[in-house]
């Protein structure tokens, strides 16, 4: 049987990803052939890998970086259940890859006690192919309000029969009430399933927190795995959540070229600016709703999950006003996916595929309309740039077919086929892939014709190397050894 260990913690954001994605690395570098797994993420931020089957689908882009910590090619089964939210009250539900449904918060908890099968299905696929799976819950198992059909936490351990390790985040305080008091709610027979916890992102000097080990341990009977630093590598890595933006707004570090990138409320793989974040001659600045787009010279309109909606946010925020006159000024401005569509004359969404039926204009930046439609476009893609020939790849995750004359000049040509448009002053542009910056060609090529130089390190190899130094600094504050034989190594 394959061993395996689960990484829940006290609340969302104590950092389960990252350490799911620093033992995937550190497994690895031992020569264990490991894999990641999350039964059920919610994230905007998604990839296109393998379905196992000759098809595509879509996975948490923190399973693919997961997995590309271990070291392996992922496919849907990495993670099985994804929701996407396009609203405060519903998301899509997106299972092996594909879309299911698009239900509210009350609906998905009904769908939950039909998901199981194939959460488990997947975890049978994955662990055939590893010698250890190291799992990842999601939000808390504290959460016992959810406990009735859940597959993200407690449910799936059960079901899978699979050790748990609670982790806790000291930085934001309160982490012994945390992991104490989720002992205090847990069903006895999900407690027995805790092997022990990990403090994670501590400040200083841990001996300073042997106490509070002690009293944890005192108090709830499972041993400590370690205490994990802050780790500031992390930085280098890209992000889960939207809520990490919050974090990182601020602007103005002198940097040379500044792109400005709207914080839409249902803004979808912003991870799709990493690459240029990582460029030393580049300041990437998040601009959060209720403020103004700042002087710039490039303005990014990221993705999103629902583009009408999201439409009118930016216009709530006068970002659209913001934008017209960048454009005025002789400033760019690039759509991506969502963005893309915002910057036609016209959106469609006639049958509610994302949200409300409805239509609204667009910016009117490039002569095209884009209509909803019900088949979603989920695909990996490369080709080149549509001038320059500089080579792209990356994915598309889209439900909108754009139509019109600004197509005549396209963006790109993926697979011997146009796609995405660029105005005739070659000031506004935009297309439907995602990824576009990961390739280093491609970015330095982007760069250049905005008067920046991009580095010469690879941006995957910048990845690479953090993965291996986080991985060096958790075999330094973790057990590892008894990790393992807790899972079963």
């Known amino acids: 049987m394959t061993a395996a260990l689960m990484l829940q913690g006290t609340g969302s954001d104590v ?11 550190v497994c690895a570098a031992r020569g264990l052939k490991v894999a990641p797994f999350k039964p059920q993420n919610m994230s905007n931020n998604a990839a296109v890998v393998s379905d196992g089957a000759g098809g595509e689908g879509e996975i948490g882009r923190a399973q ?53 099968p194939a959460v488990l299905e997947s975890f049978g696929r994955v662990s055939a192919d590893a010698d250890l799976v190291i799992i990842e819950g999601a939000g808390s198992p504290a959460e016992i309000n959810l406990r009735a059909h859940d597959i993200a936490n407690m449910g799936f351990a059960r079901a899978g029969g699979v050790p748990v390790v609670l982790i806790g985040d000291i930085d934001r305080g309160g982490v012994i009430a ?8 847990l069903d006895p027979a999900d407690a027995e399933l805790v092997a022990g916890f990990i403090i994670n992102r501590f400040r200083g000097d841990p001996a300073l927190f042997e106490g509070g080990l002690a009293t944890i341990t005192e108090k709830t009977g499972w041993p400590s795995f370690g205490v994990v630093p802050w780790l500031v590598e992390a930085a280098r890595l890209p992000a889960e959540d939207a809520v990490v933006l919050e974090r990182k707004t601020a602007g103005g570090d002198g940097r040379r070229l500044v792109v400005a990138a709207p914080m839409l409320s249902r803004i979808a793989n912003f991870d799709d600016l990493d690459p240029l974040k990582a460029e030393p001659e580049v300041e990437v600045v998040f601009v959060p709703p209720g403020e103004p787009i700042p002087r710039s010279d490039l303005i990014v309109l990221l993705g ?21 006159a960048h454009v005025r ?22 049958e509610g595929r994302e949200g409300p039926a409805g239509e609204a204009d667009g910016l009117g930046l490039l002569d095209m309309e884009t209509v909803i439609e019900a088949e979603k476009e989920v695909r990996t893609a490369s080709g080149k740039s549509a001038e320059g020939d500089a080579p792209v790849q990356g994915y598309e995750i889209h439900m909108g077919q754009s139509r019109g004359p600004a197509l005549d000049r396209p963006m790109l040509v993926l697979q011997g086929r146009p796609q995405g448009a660029i105005s005739a002053d070659r000031r506004v542009m935009g297309c439907y892939l995602h990824g576009l910056f990961t390739g280093d060609a ?5 760069l250049g014709e905005l008067g920046a130089r991009a580095q010469e390190q690879s941006y995957l190899g910048l990845v690479d190397g953090a993965l291996d130094r986080i991985a060096s600094q958790l075999e ?14």
């Open 442 to 446: 491609y970015r330095a090529a982007f």
């Open 476 to 489: 330094d504050c973790l057990r590892v050894d008894d990790l393992l034989a807790v899972a079963g190594l």
């Open 304 to 324: 999103t999950t629902s583009t009408l909606a999201d439409l009118a946010f930016l216009r709530e925020q006068g970002w659209g006003i913001d934008i017209l």
């Open 178 to 185: 945390s992991l104490v008091g989720t002992q205090a709610v």
């Open 64 to 116: 693919w970086l997961q997995a590309f910590a271990a070291r392996r090619e992922p496919t849907v089964h990495v993670n099985p259940v994804l929701l996407k939210p396009q609203s405060d009250k519903t998301s899509q539900v997106v299972v092996h890859g594909k879309l299911l449904d698009t239900a509210s918060a009350r609906a998905y908890q009904a769908h939950k006690r039909t998901l199981m």
């Open 15 to 25: 950092g389960k990803s990252l350490l799911t994605a620093g033992l995937c690395r």
């Open 329 to 350: 000024r002789g400033g760019r401005v690039l759509g991506l996916c969502g963005g893309f569509q915002m910057l036609g004359r016209r959106v469609r969404d006639p």
